[in-house]
């Protein structure tokens, strides 16, 4: 069975009472982060530029969802964008491996498409751990190796998780899930280039507008291919460089996975709960320093003119960020 057909059977079925309380817990606790975010950026000039592209470009519409903080109605797609650049903005993402932050392309989905389909409270927290649990499982090993190759990995694994909320919150069936799984790798995308020379990047904005295509796509019958991510032109040969697992960096060391082994224990070891909350509003690899560096301070009652010199001993990736490419 190929991978996203796995991934789709785990989705289709899984009910709010599978869950362990301590997925419920963090379901909650990224939901609640992801909208302090957005209410901290609700006036910052990323937000409202977003907010003045969609009211001028996807406007109302059949099926229309609400712009956090602000009441907007627009598009499905265009209520995401606005909530997913507003969440980026604030700067108070979750993380997970450092590198990625699936709550700002899984939440804006999963609100949108719970808004549309009046779904439940469980309803939604279960679409959202299935989301992330996808997504994570997809992106782990992964995540320096397709950095490396100039690739953001934020944007380009999180619109399978965006797709998956979507999907299951929309009451798609197994075999519509796994083409909106497959139609996600045609429209995967986010590029580091921009952000280096002087641009910003359209990351995970781009990525939710597009989840919801792909779930559009399916739930209108169109087709995904069978091996789209582990086929010899699929999503990992493009993006990761092969589809035999062979990593180019690695946080772990290994530089060879098992691509088989992405599904294993799906539904009994979840990834999802190495998700970290992002309290501080720099890179995901500073969390701990500034964790030690707090506990210092209060321990021996450091203030700031009493330090001299820090050192921060560091992987070489963290170094190069956001990429060696």
């Known amino acids: 069975m190929s991978l996203s057909r796995e991934f789709a059977g785990f989705v289709a079925n899984l009910r709010y009472e599978d869950l362990p309380p301590e997925v419920v817990d963090r379901a909650k606790g990224v939901t609640l982060q992801a909208l302090s975010s957005a209410l901290i950026a609700r006036h910052m000039p990323a937000s409202r530029q977003a907010l003045a592209l969609m009211q001028e470009e996807e406007a109302g519409g059949g099926g229309a969802a609400t712009v956090l903080c602000h009441g907007a109605r627009l598009t499905k797609a265009g209520a995401a964008f606005v909530n997913a650049e507003m969440i980026f903005a604030g700067g108070k993402w979750d993380t997970f491996r450092m590198l990625t932050h699936p709550g700002i392309a899984i939440l804006p989905a999963a609100l949108a498409a719970a808004e549309i389909t009046a779904a439940s409270g469980r309803e939604f927290l279960t679409a959202v751990a299935a989301g992330y649990e996808v997504m994570e499982r997809m992106a782990a090993e992964f995540i320096p190796t397709v950095m490396s190759r100039g690739f953001h990995a934020g944007p380009v694994f999180g619109i ?166």
Do not use: M
């Not at 330090?307 to 190069?320: D, G, M, Q, Y």
């Open 160 to 325: 399978f998780g965006a797709a998956v909320a979507a999907a299951k919150l929309q009451r798609l069936d197994s075999g519509q899930i796994h083409s909106a799984i497959a139609q996600c790798v045609n429209l995967a995308s986010g590029n580091l280039e921009g952000a280096r020379s002087g641009g910003r990047s359209l990351r995970e904005g781009g990525a939710v507008r597009n989840a919801l295509l792909a779930v559009a796509l399916a739930k209108h019958g169109i087709p995904g291919g069978e091996t789209a991510l582990e086929g010899e032109a699929g999503f990992y040969h493009a993006y990761a460089g092969n589809n035999r697992g062979e990593l180019r960096y690695s946080f772990t060391g290994l530089n060879r996975v098992d691509l088989s082994k992405i599904t294993e224990d799906l539904g009994r070891n979840w990834i999802f709960l190495e998700t970290l909350y992002r309290i501080y509003s720099t890179a995901g690899y500073n969390i701990a320093h500034v964790d030690v560096t707090a506990k210092l301070c209060e321990e021996h009652n450091l203030a700031y003119d009493n330090v001299e010199r820090i050192e921060a001993v560091v992987n070489w990736l963290e170094t190069e960020y956001p990429s060696p490419a």
